[in-house]
């Protein structure tokens, strides 16, 4: 009784995707019964030996009455115990299987104690047989009673349920189950000297009920024909709703339904009712206008829904709704024509108009204007520039002609003004003054730099033309001539306004030519501008002119910058070399004469090798038991004592090293009443002190994790015999069996899902200073939830140097499949010869629990990964995940990844579903290799299924009458799944190996033999 099982943690991974992954929601099994001899009046069953020939009473059909309890059973007794060589058989009739997968039949008996027939104890019997005949069609015939014809399902034994003439009639319950492909079955009871009373009989199976969840429906399905082995069910959505994703729902062994993925919504105009998980029409007055787990909602104002079912509720009269309004926003109008629009006259080219807003905006946020102007030619100017659309209440309009008539209208509009056609507007009528004359002259060039020029100006003439203007402020144009000199494009000017007599404008680009023009600002308007006076500036490392066209000089500063920029290239080109050759001398040496170069987000760094890889120092650190000198005083501190009164055994489900593990139950302390299912480990009765030191040592070093994906020791029992260790119970157990039971089943983001949860635990581990050195697929355990954890820590040691960060073992046997290299040949375990063992993990997941380097021997994988092989990618496996597994498989440890990179490379993945689409392509061959099998040496269907390990279909190939390689080799798709061949993964597997039979036997001119 003990453990290598566990509980179910209440203590999940955070991490959110993972918990939408696993999500779970049981629901109850029920069975489907497929007979029930307690309803039958009569059974009539077929009995041998049987009449005048038969040598023994033999079965014989009785009524089984007890008035206390209400029953009248029809039954079955035999009582030869007087005979010599008895051998009775009794068959129930033929039971049709149906949809079952596997079959559960339950046996109420009672036995007699042999001690009440003295006299016949030596022939007396206490049990009976149990046995099974498959059938494909029941027949008239009572079927085959010989023993070698039926498969024995078990001996049954009443246990302590045995009774005397003195003592009350015990019924024992008895249930037993066998796995069925063909159409029916014969139950069968064989009795060689029992007196024993068949009282009832039922023959069911069991099936995850038909149920919806996510507005998904399931229907009924069989569970598999192995309890580990989980069916995938796909449900359609329910009436009135769309699918999201596909809906899937796993059925386990138990039949109950565990881990929903995908599922549906309710359309639009209907509301999800979760509890009955139906979509109702959305009612009067209510609408919802896209898929989705909301409710409907009620009508915004302004509009209605006059029936049952409505997606958008319909504008009354009057109102209306913008495409790109939102469902639920109120129907809305156009707004009224804007007010009190004004003119403000700046100068005799420009104006500003100026408006309040409308009266009326119609119930929405989104008024904008639009300017139109009569007479106006395409030279005019508008700020804001765009007139067909903005918001603000003034727009500023330049470059009008003097001493004209303009008509100017000022549309409101708003998002529903196209959908009425028209627009409100006001409008104004302008008339421009006459213009001003030019007033600046003698405009030059005093200073040009490659990015710069400065310009001056003489002052403007008073009394012009009888006036006496008073200048303001004067405007330089900047122009960009792009072709040739004297051509110039006003369109891209840049302007600047100043008070001063000169200007400096920075900014320019070198090498290019540019126009210049000046006007001036009197109090009646702008004047015009003066000729354009044009300049190219010179390039960036050629010469500076600085001064004024009659004294010019030259500063040449080319040169020094040259010489700063062919230093630097140089001090960098020697800092290069010098750290390239102190990298290569390092790499010369052993890992201990260097420190580690740790692996950081891609990149190698210089760190420390105390950590091991291990990502970072955690603030609580492993204590090795093995430093106390009693295992006991270890225990006592890291382990909490259980009462054993407080455990319930219930059932033997494995062996250990060290003795039985089994399922229970453990009352919490301290009211004693709430239970919870554990794992039981027992030390054999008898076992030497050094089996017991260890045993205590396992549970010691289990006592100091508490991490979501590290086994939870919830306490031992060591005051008491039998000494054991109770930890929490994991459903699906080892990690390997459950996959290969489930081969291809699951999503590729679950198993990623599965890989970050083994890597946030070694992470866990690595931070607390701890080497596990046996990290395997079935070292990990997986819950209900498929929330899988570390365990077995008996090849575990603690790094005890800080320097080396190694542990040199005294010898043992090495899990050389995946163990790292550096391990196998100097025996030092760090946490990077963990990461090698994780990158082992990785492939065991993502092929269903292969194993890794198949049937090698050891020393063929010693060998080839020293000469540089890798195992190739599983099939479907995602390119980066297999990245990650070379990245695992770094020959020089430090190159490897630690456990903290791999967490949170799987966490982006897990983030971004995209990049697991792309899947990796096998990187060369290996002899050793089971798909580099000559194909053309194979003599039969037999050993081509054999070489790929497909064995067990070598009688479906055989009924469809596949049974030459020539046969084997056109085999498709369909036919696999004709055939029964169901799982994806197999499929797979077969089909890649059909395509190297087709490519064989066109390469081979003598083909197969056959």
Sequence with gaps: MAGAGLFFSTCVTAHILLLLLFNQRPTFAEQVVLLDTTTEESLEWTRYPYGPQASTPGWVEESFTNFDKGINWRSYVVCDVAYNNVNNWLWTPFIERGPANRMYIEIKFTTRDCSLFPGNALSCKETFSLLYYEFDAATKEPPPWEPDSYKLIGRIAAGEGRFNTNTEVIINTEVKSIPVTKKGVYFAFRDQGACISILAIKVYY????????????????????????????????????????????????????????????????????????????????????????????????????????????????????????????????PPSAPQNLTVNFVDQSTVILSWNSPHLLGGRLDTTYRVVCDSCSSGVKYIPTNTETFNDTKITITDLNAVTTYRFQVFAENGVSQLVGKS????????????????????????????????????????????SDLVERYEEPLFLVRCYPHTNDASNATVIETSDLSATIKGLKPGTEYAFQVRAKTTRGWGEYTPVVYKKTPHAMGLDYVGDE???????????????????????????????????????????????LEYRNGEVGVAGAGAG?????????????????????????????????????????????????????????????????????????????????????????????????????????????????ITEFMENGSLDTFLRANDGKFQVLQLVGMLRGIASGMQYLAEMNYVHRDLAARNVLVNAALVCKIADFGLSREIESATEGAYTTRGGKIPVRWTAPEAIAFRKFTSASDVWSMGIVCWEVMSYGERPYWNWSNQDVIKSIEKGYRLPAPMDCPEAIYQLMLDCWQKERTHRPTFANLTQTLDKLIRSPDTLRKIAQNRGTNPLAPDAVDLTQLTSVNEWLSSIKMSRYAESFERAG?????????????????????????????????????????????????
């Design 424 to 467: 409100e507007y006001v409008d104004i009528t302008v008339t421009t003054e006459a213009s001003v004359p030019n007033l600046v002259s003698n405009v030059r060039i005093t200073s040009v730099k490659s990015t710069e020029l400065s310009i001056s100006w003489d002052a403007p003439v008073a009394d012009i033309a009888g006036d």
């Design 206 to 333: 069991i099936s995850c009920p038909e149920v919806s969840v996510n507005f998904a429906h399931f229907p009924k399905t069989p569970t598999g024909r192995e309890v580990a082995l989980i069916e995938q069910a796909k449900g359609t959505c329910v009436a009135h709703a769309v699918k999201i994703e596909q809906p899937t729902f796993l059925c386990k062994g138990d039949g109950k339904w565990y881990l929903p993925a995908g599922g549906c919504h309710c359309k639009p105009g209907f509301q999800a009712d979760s509890e009955k998980q139906q979509c109702n029409q959305c009612p009067i007055g209510r609408f919802k206008h896209e898929p989705g787990s909301n409710q409907c909602e009620p009508c915004p104002a302004h509009s209605k829904a006059p029936d049952y079912g409505f997606t958008e509720c319909r504008c009354d009269s009057g109102y209306y709704r913008a495409p790109d309004d939102p469902k639920k926003m109120p129907c809305t109008q």
């Design 962 to 1010: 596949v049974t030459t390689l020539e046969a084997a080799a056109r085999v498709t798709v369909q036919e696999l799944t004709a055939l029964g061949i169901t799982l994806v993964g197999h499929q797979k597997k077969i089909m890649n190996s059909v395509t190297a039979l087709r490519a064989q036997m066109s390469a081979t001119s003598q083909g197969f033999l056959v």
């Design 550 to 596: 009659d004294n010019m000089q030259v500063r040449i500063i080319a040169g020094a910058i040259v010489a700063v920029v062919v230093l630097l290239v140089i001090i960098i080109i020697m800092t290069v070399l010098f750290l390239r050759r102190a990298s290569d001398e390092c790499n010369k040496k052993q890992p201990s004469d260097c420190d580690t």
């Design 613 to 725: 890889g291990a990502g970072g120092a955690s603030s609580r650190s492993y204590v090795d038991p093995h430093t106390y000198e009693d295992p006991n005083q270890a225990v006592r501190e890291f382990a909490r004592e259980i009462d054993a009164g407080y455990i319930t055994i219930e059932a033997i489900i494995g062996g250990g090293e060290f003795g039985d593990v089994c399922r229970g139950k453990l009352k919490l302390p301290p009211d004693g009443r709430s239970e919870i299912d554990v794992a039981i480990k027992t030390l054999k009765p008898g076992s030497a002190d050094k089996a017991r030191n260890d045993f205590l040592t396992e549970a010691s070093i289990m006592g100091q994790f508490e991490h979501p994906n590290v086994i939870f020791l919830q306490g031992v029992v060591t005051k008491s015999n039998p000494v054991m260790i």
